[in-house]
């Protein structure tokens, strides 16, 4: 009772302080999602959660009508794709292969996160707001990774949500590997606050990610700490190196068990373990259905269609169906080609733009607003790398990212333009000064 009374009690009063600020209501949304109270074991008569902040959150931003930062140029394009995606993958539910009603309310789950993810627009205007939204993510993230390793073993949530999928409504690994990198930039280069926040939640993280024994997620943490020494500038990968250093013998020596390394180690082989050798098959069964519904054969309905396409030994004994295991696969056949080129513009797009803010960065002197980009695209990147090896295409973080991806790359230009003009000022003085009278 006593764990129910808290977790309806901070929904119910971020709900009430979202009126106040539209802003609480998006950390109050976030929450909602990352704490994720319904798989708790407590007596709270089934109260929806993140139903209850999400309207609270939206109601308010009615009645305040907050005003979204001034657009630069046609950077609003990557989150205009997504709402370009959904009318897609609506036109094809009416016309779904299998099960439209299916592809309709599983699309509208989507249709909520591109809501919330389009409102982050209009709340998030300061860099103060940005600071707010990561730190809301990051206890988040410690929630979760909390309630996975720990919660599960002493009966907060079942048993077996200690494994695979976790306590998330969304796979634990695609959640987490989206924050890892900015956990990690923010441990080194953040404040002081966000320094010992980020310390903290890094070993839980990287424990939640072990606990899930998903050889993606290891190959996807692979990329990330190879693209944080490619990508980021010498001098930051250097201030990251202690840090890297001690996570790695944390996740070495503390975290992975030995029967771990035995279940990665068949990434080498794939041939001999069956859920690897079965991915070749699947990926051709997939692109033979694509070329067979180049528009799509409607959402969620790639399973339905895989018995025409995927040999029987291969399905699913209960459901005798089978999923692609792979998100762009899974988007490519369900919604088809412009489906497809809608959804992949508006993540790679937003991979781009934040990659454009961490080229003008100066390394000597990095804002908060450089620093969260480039934790954002390294996440998307490890995000797309365990995508590759399985449905991650509804988790929810990413789409939050396209919006703010939009909102840092107006946040940078608005602060480099304040920068300069002071000395546009003082050229304007100066010229004005020995101007002859």
């Known amino acids: 009772m006593l764990k129910a009374i808290l977790y309806i009690g901070l929904t119910v009063l971020a709900s009430i302080l979202t009126f106040f600020n539209p802003l609480i209501g998006a950390i109050g949304c976030i929450e909602a999602y990352l704490f994720n109270p319904s798989v708790i074991a407590m007596n709270d008569g089934g109260f929806r959660y993140q139903l209850c902040m999400n309207l ?15 657009r630069l140029g046609r950077e609003g394009a990557v989150l205009i794709s997504l709402w370009v995606f959904l009318a897609i993958g609506a036109i094809g539910a009416a016309f779904a292969a299998v099960d439209s009603e299916l592809a309709f309310t599983t699309l509208n789950e ?23 939204i990561i730190t809301a993510c990051v ?5 979760a990774s909390f309630l996975h390793v720990f919660g599960t073993r002493w009966g907060y949530a079942p048993a077996w949500m200690g494994r695979d999928m976790g306590v998330l409504s969304d796979p634990q690994n ?15 280069l953040g404040t002081w606050k966000e320094r010992l926040l980020s310390w903290f939640v890094i070993p839980f993280a990287l424990d939640s990610i072990v606990v899930t024994y998903q050889r993606a997620a290891f190959v996807a943490l692979a990329a990330q700490a190879g693209l944080l020494v490619l990508l980021l500038p010498r001098r930051i990968t250097l201030r990251l190196l202690p840090l890297g250093m001690a996570a790695l013998a944390l996740f070495l020596f503390r975290l992975t ?13 794939p041939e001999q373990e069956a859920s690897a050798a079965s991915r070749p098959i699947i990926y051709k069964a997939g692109l033979r259905m694509f070329l067979d519904h180049p528009l799509g054969v409607g959402y969620r309905n790639f399973p339905g269609m895989s018995p025409l396409y995927v040999p029987p ?13 792979d998100s762009f696969l899974t988007i490519l056949c369900e919604t088809g080609i412009f489906g497809f080129a809608s959804w992949t513009f508006a993540f790679f797009g937003a991979a781009w733009l934040l990659r454009r803010i961490r080229k003008k960065a100066d390394p000597r002197n990095l804002t908060p607003v450089e620093i969260y980009a480039m934790g954002l695209e390294l996440g998307l990147y490890g995000w797309m790398v365990v995508g590759i090896f399985h449905n991650m295409q509804e988790v929810d973080p990413p789409y939050w990212f396209v919006a703010l991806a939009v909102v840092l790359t ?5 602060q ?12 304007v003085f100066e010229t004005a000064a020995v101007k002859p009278a």
């Open 56 to 70: 609270a959150f939206l109601l308010s931003l009615v009645v305040h009508r907050p005003r979204r930062l001034e």
């Open 110 to 132: 989507v249709f909520k996160t591109v809501l919330f993810s389009t409102a982050l627009l209009w709340v998030v205007r300061r860099e103060r707001d940005m600071a707010w």
């Open 139 to 143: 206890i988040g993230v410690f929630h």
């Open 174 to 188: 695609g959640v987490l590997l989206a924050f890892v990198p900015t956990l990690l930039l923010l441990a080194m």
């Open 257 to 269: 068990p030995k029967n771990y390394w035995e279940w990665v180690g068949t990434v080498e082989s």
């Open 313 to 325: 030994q291969l399905l699913e004994p209960t459901t005798h169906t089978r999923a692609a295991h």
């Open 410 to 414: 107006r946040l940078h230009d608005l």
């Open 416 to 427: 480099r333009h304040e920068e300069e003009s002071p000395d546009r000022d003082d050229q």
